[in-house]
């Protein structure tokens, strides 16, 4: 799900720069890490705390929505293939339920200095 994920934010314009520095394993990892802690799985997020990590990135809420919205598709490809008897409504809302969860983490990620819009 995350090597689908960055994939796609890889390719979105507006999002790559912010990771054009950064060693590609190094980054899955961390993806990987924030996601299950964000989700209460089994991995803690090990690195330091997002705030402190993002702080000099001036990574725009436009941003963080457009990487929210990159993940939406991976996570319903995953629940839709451990929910075949599910309801698609019943995936649907867990997807969401896990975004609603990775939006707790937008005022620490965020930083509108140097925004143009």
Do not use: W
């Amino acid at each position: 799900m995350v090597d689908s994920f960055f994939t796609k934010v890889l390719a979105d314009g507006e999002l790559k720069h912010n990771f054009k520095h950064g060693p590609m394993d190094k980054l899955l990892r961390m993806l990987r890490e924030f996601f299950s802690a964000a989700t209460g799985g089994p991995i803690t997020h090990r690195s330091r705390p997002l705030s402190e990590a993002h702080r000099y990135m001036a990574i725009s809420k436009r941003e963080f929505q457009r990487f929210t919205q990159h993940l939406l598709e991976p996570l319903l490809d995953v629940a839709f293939a451990e929910a075949e008897a599910e309801a698609e409504a019943e995936a649907e809302a867990e997807a969401c339920e896990i975004i609603s969860h990775v939006n707790l983490y937008a005022d620490e990620i965020t930083n509108d200095i140097g925004d143009p819009e």
